[in-house]
């Protein structure tokens, strides 16, 4: 092998063989080295493809998403949690007359709650007047109080980039600012 070495070299001294014997092993190594390398690159790259396939398939399974309005995507619970408290106080009442009023009516319907804060706070306004100055009230806070929470707006924005349906779901009725 060695002859057959030495004839395809060209040369028979034995220092030239012994150089390109050298010479042809760094570049084997190089080549092996570059080898490696590239296939480092593949198998990153094709981890890559199969993550970002896998990511893709897995939104492909998605076919639509339901969101709740109020404390998911607006950040509005502050407003419903102190509706009654806020508007007592517009009509001139004290914050420690309406003390606790939030967790006295929180499980009530809307008009019970307003039936409840006639009664117990003697308003001299028809319940159907309460409720019109309450729905005032919330369209004004939804106009220009009420924020998306952090992040909303981009999940969105990233669902409709994928072409993902999106219904919005809420308790409350168009009138409290949704349009």
């Known amino acids: 092998m060695d002859r057959q ?3 395809r070299m060209g040369s ?8 390109e014997v050298e010479n042809y092993r760094e570049t084997l190594q190089d080549f092996f080295q570059r080898c490696a390398e590239y296939e480092l690159l593949l198998w990153k790259s094709l981890y890559q ?3 970002e396939n896998k990511r893709y398939r897995r939104w492909k399974l998605i076919k639509g998403v339901i969101f709740d309005i109020d404390g998911t995507l607006l950040d509005s619970m502050p407003l419903w949690n102190h ?6 106080q517009k009509l001139g009442f004290t914050e420690e007359e309406t003390e606790g009023l939030s967790q006295r009516i929180s499980t009530m319907p809307f008009a019970e709650g307003i039936h409840y ?5 003697s308003l001299d306004i028809a319940e159907e007047r309460i409720r019109e100055q309450l729905q ?9 109080e009420i924020a998306l929470k952090a992040g909303a707006k981009e999940y969105l924005q990233f669902l409709k980039e994928r072409g993902i349906p999106c219904i919005l ?11």
């Not at 509706?83 to 007592?88: A, H, I, Q, S, V």
């Not at 804060?117 to 706070?121: F, L, P, T």
């Not at 009230?137 to 939804?142: C, L, N, S, V």
């Open 49 to 51: 493809v199969h993550y």
């Open 12 to 19: 028979s001294k034995s220092e030239n063989i012994g150089q």
């Open 83 to 88: 509706l009654g408290e806020r508007y007592l």
């Open 5 to 7: 070495f030495r004839q």
């Open 169 to 179: 779901a809420t308790a409350g009725r168009r009138f409290f600012g949704y349009q």
């Open 136 to 144: 005032e009230m919330i369209a004004g806070a939804y106009r220009d």
């Open 117 to 121: 804060i006639k009664k117990e706070y």
